[in-house]
């Protein structure tokens, strides 16, 4: 839809114009779960080094899912990967992943539901339609910094594909309090309803790529 710090992604696979579906609000993207991803250039607004981090993406996902696959990731290979927000497919467990300086955290818990808001801290607190799902201690350490690209729909070393639709993907590097996530969840479910009234949506990105039409 739109990139604050032009973070433009080049989609690659057998990714059509077909692939850009109804998403939570406007348009996402349909990944096919076999070699559809998109790839974004690593800049420094993605490179975040500090002790603070939140993800966040809506999905739309059928189960089960692909083995370990990723709504989004970046890091220089697999089970290094600076973060890494996304499912594992064996048990359809939200799987996060962030690598610090003092070392490599993992978790697998919660199992993922149809049109999920999913985001992620440093912390690591996953929240789920705006609630708390689980939260464990990732030492407050700082983020490790990596020259890898950030992918979605991919994992790092090649395999590993997501299937289903991805769409507002959000990455800060602060920690998000509960009370804004659920406000956060609130506005991207009735954005339509002035009750939620906090902000205005504007005009897609005129200079975001596109997907092709024929590939």
Aim: proline share 2%; net charge negative.
């Amino acid at each position: 839809d739109a990139t604050y710090y032009g973070n433009y992604g080049t989609v690659f696979g057998s990714m059509t114009s077909g692939d850009l579906v109804d998403g939570q609000i406007g348009n996402s993207i349909e990944f096919d779960g076999s070699d559809d991803y998109d790839s974004v250039l690593n800049t420094a607004s993605l490179n975040i080094t500090g002790n603070q981090l939140t993800l966040e993406a809506w999905v739309y996902a059928p189960i089960p899912n692909g083995d370990d696959s990723p709504f989004m990731v970046k890091g220089i290979a697999d089970n290094q990967e600076h973060y890494m927000l996304g499912i594992d497919g064996t048990a359809d467990d939200i799987n996060t992943r962030i690598s610090t300086t003092t070392g490599y955290h993992r978790d697998d818990q919660g199992t993922i539901q149809d049109e999920d808001l999913l985001p992620a801290l440093v912390q690591k607190t996953v929240y789920e339609n705006g609630f708390t799902r689980f939260s464990s201690n990732a030492d407050g350490a700082n983020l490790i910094s990596t020259s890898g690209n950030l992918l979605m729909a991919r994992r790092i070393d090649g395999g590993r594909f997501y299937e289903g639709r991805l769409d507002e993907l959000r990455i800060s590097n602060v920690v998000r309090s509960s009370d804004w996530f659920r406000s956060q969840y609130n506005n991207h479910t009735d954005y339509d309803d002035l009750s939620f009234d906090f902000y205005t949506l504007g005009t897609e990105d005129a200079t975001c790529a596109t997907l092709p039409s024929v590939v």
